[in-house]
């Protein structure tokens, strides 16, 4: 393994009268506490490309990200301890000038070098996979924005070994960017048990094609075990309402367990939203993969940090 981790991460059972009432059963998969630098499910993704990576001979890694991408600051980390190089296109050409939010700031600490591209171009070599500009990064591995791709959802295909016996009661859930993540659960789950995506931005109808897709090319086929909810997504990514607030930083403070407010905090609250109804029906159990740390220093277990 490139990367050693904390393998297999907790499972938290969490005791909550909102839950009980509504006859639905709740645990954390602390998959936040994976690793210290390339946490939860970004460690269950790059590994097999990591892995891929140095058995091919790469020395460098290509990916691309937004200006708060998680992936490209683990990415970095990841890079920085194989020794390899690491390249990061960055959506945005305005923010080359501009000082670094924290996010990128790691990332270049961590050796990554930053290409700041225009919205538009950035689109065309997300979709290209960087080939236009492939010259001037000579041999590498390029990995999708996200780092979604078969070897990584065949890595997240391995999350719910950990959970224990599944059956018809279990739901497993956890939030949707890219949908790689979701893709590795509804494959690595034994029949009878669901898994249900939560999205993060407002992205209906074309993110379940994307999970499709990256079913159809981890596994040359689909799977019928899964669904996304679209109704929690708080008014798009990076959007983090009041209501949102003051719920993460609550359960944060109830539980002892700092809340990332743009993806986990999301799929928390549509697990409390759903629970109880025909998404969540009384007698479910819930297991809500932690899929990362709250961002900013020492926002770790406080859960009182906005990321
Ligand atoms: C990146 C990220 C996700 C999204 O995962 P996808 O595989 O892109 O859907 C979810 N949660 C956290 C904390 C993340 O950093």
């Not at 006859?23 to 590994?47: A, C, F, I, M």
């Not at 920085?80 to 050409?93: A, N, T």
């Not at 791709?149 to 224990?164: C, K, Q, S």
Request: charge should be positive.
């Amino acid at each position: 393994m490139p990367l050693p981790a904390d393998l297999p991460t907790p499972l938290t059972p969490i005791q909550d009268p909102v839950l009980s009432r509504a006859g639905v059963e709740l645990r954390l998969k602390r998959d936040d506490l994976l690793h210290p630098t390339v946490p939860g499910n970004k460690w269950r993704k790059l590994t097999p490309n990591l892995e891929h990576a140095l058995a091919e001979g790469h020395t460098r890694l290509v990916t691309f990200g937004g200006a708060y991408s998680t992936h490209l600051r683990a990415t970095a980390a990841a890079a920085r301890v194989l020794g390899l190089s690491s390249v990061g296109v960055v959506r945005g050409e305005e923010l080359a000038d501009r000082p670094r939010n924290p996010s990128l700031a790691a990332a270049e600490a961590d050796g990554m070098q930053l290409e700041f591209v225009a919205r538009g171009a950035y689109r065309e070599l997300v979709r290209d996979l960087g080939r236009p500009l492939a010259q001037r990064w000579g041999r590498c591995l390029v990995l999708p924005e996200g780092g979604s791709n078969a070897l990584a959802v065949r890595g997240t295909a391995a999350l719910p070994a950990e959970l224990g016996d599944l059956d018809g009661r279990d739901t497993v859930c956890c939030a949707v960017g890219t949908g790689g993540t979701l893709a590795g659960i509804a494959a690595g789950l034994p029949p009878g048990a669901r898994a249900l995506g939560v999205a993060v931005l407002r992205g209906e109808g074309y993110l379940e094609e994307e999970v499709a897709a990256l079913h159809r090319a981890a596994y040359g086929r689909t799977f019928a075990n899964w669904r996304i909810d679209h109704g929690h997504h708080g008014g798009g990514y990076g959007k983090v309402p009041a209501a949102l607030e003051e719920f993460a930083a609550g359960f944060g403070e109830r539980h002892g367990i700092g809340v990332e407010r743009r993806y986990v905090a999301k799929a928390l609250q549509a697990v409390y939203g759903l629970a109880g109804t025909a998404a969540l029906p009384p007698g479910s159990r819930v297991t809500l993969v932690v899929t990362g740390l709250p961002a900013g220093p020492g926002a770790a277990g406080t859960g009182l940090s906005r990321s």
